[in-house]
C-alpha cells in the first residue's frame, strides 16, 4: 500500500485523506498566509505582473480574502463577482466564503450561456457599462 498525505485524527484507526481541493486549501492558507503573511499570494502575483509589464491588464480568477480584495482595489482595480445560482456549496473553510459585498464593484450571473457570461464581462472590462458604484448585469 502507498503512502499518503492525511489530516484529521486517528481516533478509532481512521485516517481522513486529503483531497486535492483541501491540500491546496491547507497549504494556501494555514501554511501560506500563516508563515509568510496574509498578502502573500496577492503580493506575489501583482509583483509578477508588474515585472512582466502587465500590472494594468491583470485579470486575477480567484480573489478570496478582503486583504486581497482590498489590495487590487487600492491598486486601481476592480472586484467582479461572478456565481452561479444552482452551485452546490463547497466545504466550509475560511478561504471558501468569498469576500465581503462591501469590496465587490460588480455582480455577473453565470447561470445562463457561458457566452452570455463573457459579454456582460467584456462590457464591465471595456467600460461599457462602468458607473461609480455597485452593479449587477
Do not use: C, M
Amino acid at each position: 500500500e502507498k503512502p499518503s498525505i492525511t489530516h484529521g485524527s486517528y481516533q478509532n484507526g481512521d485516517v481522513e485523506p486529503f483531497s486535492p481541493r483541501s491540500w491546496a486549501q491547507w497549504l494556501g492558507t494555514e501554511v501560506g498566509r500563516t508563515l509568510a503573511g496574509q498578502d502573500v499570494w496577492i503580493e506575489a502575483l501583482l509583483a509578477k505582473a508588474a515585472a512582466e509589464g502587465n500590472h494594468a491588464r491583470t485579470v486575477i480568477a480567484d480573489i478570496r480574502f478582503n486583504n486581497e480584495a482590498e489590495l487590487v482595489q487600492k491598486r486601481g482595480g476592480i472586484i467582479i463577482n461572478v456565481y452561479r445560482k444552482d452551485l452546490p456549496s463547497v466545504e466550509d473553510h475560511v478561504s471558501e466564503r468569498g469576500v465581503d459585498d462591501l469590496y465587490i464593484d460588480y455582480e455577473v450571473d453565470n447561470s445562463g450561456y457561458i457566452h452570455d457570461t463573457h459579454i456582460k464581462l467584456e462590457r464591465i472590462l471595456t467600460g461599457w457599462e462602468k458607473d461609480f458604484g455597485r452593479a449587477r448585469v
